[in-house]
Nanobody
Framework: VQLQASGGGLVQAGGSLRLSCAAS????????MGWFRQAPGKEREFVAA????????YIADAVKGRFTISRGNAKNTVYLQMNSLKPEDTAVYYC???????????????????WGQGTLVTVSS
């Protein structure tokens, strides 16, 4: 599966953005999906994950209550809604996909097989 992330940009603190990750192929609904981010000079970190049918999600503590993950299997797209953005949310955001095994969702980057190219989110103070 090929992934294309979009929706990043420059936003003021307190604002919102919605990231999208469009997947190619007809088997998108078979993949568990995740979002990660990497800030300048920092390691990539987990943000959110969602199960194949969207019934199970997991949000990192750093963004819990502000970010939500969802998917539209008919549109082959996974979304990351980001509200109440903070300057520390500034990063390149990546979407990722994996065929699930025993778990509904995955939170480690080494569990994912397919990655999008990333979209830059910049939050100004």
């Amino acid at each position: 599966v090929q992934l294309q992330a979009s929706g990043g940009g420059l936003v003021q603190a307190g604002g919102s953005l919605r990231l999208s990750c469009a997947a190619s192929g007809r088997t998108f609904s078979s993949y568990a999906m995740g979002w990660f981010r990497q800030a300048p000079g920092k390691e990539r970190e987990f943000v959110a994950a969602i199960s194949v049918r969207g019934g199970s999600t997991y949000i990192a503590d750093a963004v819990k209550g502000r970010f939500t993950i969802s998917r539209g299997n008919a549109k082959n797209t996974v979304y990351l809604q980001m509200n109440s953005l903070k300057p520390e949310d500034t990063a390149v955001y990546y979407c990722a996909a994996v065929l699930p095994g025993s778990k509904y969702y995955y939170t480690r980057d080494d569990e994912y097989v397919y990655w999008g190219q990333g979209t830059l989110v910049t939050v100004s103070s």
